[in-house]
């Protein structure tokens, strides 16, 4: 049996219709007309749906991708693609024979069909059950149920947004197989723990953090929008450096005192939940590893700019004091205005009683904030585009520039940056003629 009739044969129960992006993800092309966050996989926008055909399955050529797209060491084989004849089709990373024994999580759409086959583990997430594996087309797959203090219509919108989430995840890449694992039985091992890590990490963050989330930030009472990016936020803070990387030990920091409550794992997930809550709000559609800038230029993705939050921080507090309080006293530079720095990203406020009361040194509160504030100056700078396509290195740069001010706190986060992401060579040093 050649490779077509396997594929063939693979996504059989597919239905025709399904070559469209499930309509239920809300950031479907088909639904709002703007571009999905991870478009590299997509299937194509097809004007009509009912046009293809299993029969018209034809296996393309290998597709090998650029390295620095993808983890160190991205892929086990190469990428297999296939077209269904009508401009869609699916990639996935596969070994020399990756049909059999080898999970898929790279199809570019979740059938609705899609049920759990295969169930790996579970966690516990205050009042929810989370059970995870894969779907019978092996793409990683969650199951969210209510203990009897939980809700079942909130559980049923958890999944959602996890679901939602490890199928980007998928599409992007992140459960790739490195080159150096060989064999079925080591891939599927290393694809488990990937999930498994991840399903923890998510669960454990979401059980101690959900409330004090949606308590600052209303957009996080709904289930799906919370899970959505805490999963994506967790892989994020995964894949981003350590403070070790530039220089500093967690153990020293003032954050790392129990009172705070706040692991380096945990400031990393919150920083990724944060970033990829604001890639979606404004709409800067970032991929997971790197993205395109309007130029075709390779430019920071979700990662990166996690880095370049953690650098920030660095930058505004060298000790990672949560409690910091800055005066600003009236010059010219202010209006003459006085006002006060707070926190770990050292958020702005004219009233400091009324800031400290509102929150502004609880870490969550201020890594949001900060976040919100990066993703808002990068949305004010000189990028091209504004309706789907991510902003440049230099539009970083920029928002970086505004964000420190006068000084050379810019170039040491930007420099502190690249060296978080050691994954990415392909950052360019910092220019500040680029930036102003």
Request: with cysteine; charged share 20%; net charge negative.
């Amino acid at each position: 049996m050649n490779i077509g009739d396997q594929l063939t044969g693979r996504v059989k129960k597919i239905r025709a219709e399904e070559c469209l992006w499930d309509s239920e993800t809300g950031y479907s092309p088909q639904n709002t007309n703007t571009p999905s966050r991870f478009g590299q996989f997509n299937v194509a926008n097809l004007n009509s749906p009912y046009g293809c055909s299993l029969s018209d399955l034809q296996p393309s050529p290998p597709s090998l991708p650029d390295i620095n797209d993808k983890p160190e060491t991205p892929g086990l084989m190469g990428m297999i693609s296939v077209s269904d004849g009508c401009g869609g089709g699916y990639s996935y990373w596969g070994s020399d024979d990756p049909i059999n024994g080898m999970r898929n999580p790279h199809i570019t759409f979740r059938p609705s069909d899609s049920t759990m086959e295969t169930e790996i583990g579970t966690e516990d997430c205050g009042n929810y059950t989370i059970t995870y594996g894969y779907d019978q087309y092996g793409n990683p797959i969650a199951k969210v149920t209510a203990k009897s203090s939980g809700s079942a219509n909130t559980a049923k919108e958890i999944e959602k947004g996890i679901n939602e989430a490890l199928y980007d995840l998928a599409l992007d890449g992140y459960f790739s197989v490195p080159n150096n694992v060989i064999g079925a039985e080591l891939a599927n091992a290393y694809i488990d723990n990937r999930l498994k890590g991840l399903m923890g990490d998510m669960a454990s963050y979401m059980a101690k953090n959900w409330g004090t989330i949606a308590k600052y930030f209303p957009d996080f009472k709904d289930p799906k929008t919370a899970f959505y990016h805490a999963t994506i936020g967790a892989a994020i803070g995964s894949e981003m450096g350590s403070v070790s990387d530039i220089g500093l030990n967690w153990g020293d920091l003032i954050i790392s005192d129990p009172k705070y409550k706040m692991s380096e794992k945990d400031l990393k997930i919150t920083i990724g939940m944060a970033v990829s809550y604001n890639d979606k709000k404004y709409g800067t559609n970032m991929g997971f590893y790197s993205s395109t800038d309007v130029n075709g230029n390779k430019t920071l993705g979700l990662v990166q700019v996690g880095n370049l939050i953690l650098a920030t921080i660095y930058a505004e507090s060298a000790s990672f004091n949560p409690d910091g309080i800055r005066h600003n006293l009236p010059n010219k530079d202010n209006g003459y205005t006085e006002s006060w720095d707070l926190g770990l990203m050292q958020n702005n406020a004219k009233d400091k009683d009324k800031a400290i009361a509102a929150g502004y040194l609880d870490p969550i509160k201020s890594i949001f904030m900060g976040v919100g504030t990066m993703f808002n100056k990068v949305y004010l700078s000189p990028w091209k585009s504004k309706s789907g396509i991510a902003p440049s290195q230099e539009n970083w740069m920029w928002a970086d520039y505004h964000y420190q001010g006068s000084g050379t706190a810019r170039q040491n986060a930007w420099n502190n940056m690249i060296k978080l992401s050691k994954k990415a060579p392909w950052i360019k040093p910092y220019n500040e003629k680029a930036a102003e």
